[in-house]
């Protein structure tokens, strides 16, 4: 049965009030698309998850979405701060929990894998030990030198950008690989975006690519362009014009809210947001063809 459906109607449905949301990917495929959609529906009192939040999470909260922030590193990618929140939660207007990078991914892990939370070793980072008490430090049972443990993450919604997808939610994605399947797996509801729908023959054809599996997948939708301004390896570039724009737009928050009424609330959805950037950022952002070797994969 086919779980294809619009990104407006899947927000609607399964990104909830209250919910702990988490947009995935790391530097590229993020899915901003579903962001904005979810500032259009005017999606309140979320808490907002993910290592790296990116611009995705600053216009987010800048947007009214957010209570909470749950994050390893915040800033703007080779630019600065994320201003919009680092002022939220210099002003006490944002519940945060911060962890390490590995301390987030291991969260995830602990949910994909149905546990109450994973050790790691220790590091460095003491102060956000300190900073967060929902990081512990318990007795090795074999005896060896105590172990840094951290709770599980499970989501109520985590939203997933892929290069390709079938109608079933079987996907492949390729370039950095980021948290994209520990999200999805340790998720309640996962909603899938992906630049292109093929055949389940294509997904097929290349299985070890198959990172999400449909059985996890609650819902599937077509959004070409949807992590403007990250990239989606093989398909456009990132904009780092953009980003250095924003920097200069999240100093105010007059030319904040002129953005967002711009760019998303008076945007109807991703197809015209691409529009309306403009054939110039069009060729801006195309990239070039550079194939992969073919695999034989023999017969089966």
Not at 100 to 119: D, E, K, N, V, Y
Not at 145 to 154: E, F, G, R, S, T
Not at 263 to 291: C, F, I, P, S
Request: charged share 25%; aromatic share 10%.
């Amino acid at each position: 049965m086919s779980k294809l459906v619009t990104l407006q109607e899947v927000i609607s449905e399964y990104v909830h009030d209250g919910d702990v949301v988490y947009a995935a990917g790391f530097t590229h495929l993020i899915p901003f698309a579903a962001g904005h959609e979810i500032i259009r529906q005017k999606k309140r009192d979320l808490t907002l998850a993910r290592a790296t939040p990116d611009l995705i999470y600053d216009q987010m909260v800048a947007a009214g979405c957010a209570r909470k922030v749950i994050f390893s590193y915040m800033g703007n990618p080779g630019v600065g701060s994320l201003r919009l929140v680092r002022s939220a939660l210099e002003k006490g207007q944002l519940e945060w929990e911060e962890y390490s990078h590995f301390g987030m991914i291991t969260r995830l892990q602990a949910g994909a894998s149905g546990l109450p939370f994973l050790p790691m070793n220790q590091t460095g980072a003491e102060s956000l030990e300190k900073a967060n008490p929902l990081i512990k430090r318990i007795p090795d049972p074999y005896g060896g030198k105590d172990v840094i443990v951290v709770p599980a993450l499970n989501p109520d919604v985590a939203i997933v950008h892929v290069q390709r997808a079938d109608e079933q939610g079987n996907a492949h994605l390729w370039g950095i690989i980021g948290e994209q399947k520990e999200a999805a797996f340790a998720a309640k509801r996962v909603i899938l975006t992906a630049e292109e729908i093929v055949d389940s023959s294509v997904i097929r054809s290349d299985p070890n690519r198959t990172m999400i599996p449909g059985i996890i997948v609650d819902a599937v939708c077509h959004v070409p362009y949807a992590c403007h301004p990250s990239y989606a390896q093989g398909y456009y570039d990132r904009d780092n014009e953009f980003y250095l724009q924003w920097d200069k737009v999240s100093e105010s928050a007059e030319a904040t809210q002129k953005y967002l009424e711009e760019w998303v609330y008076d945007v109807k959805d991703r197809n015209e947001y691409w529009e309306k950037l403009g054939a110039e950022t069009h060729k801006r952002l195309e990239v070039k063809a550079q194939m992969s070797e073919p695999i034989n994969y023999g017969q089966y």
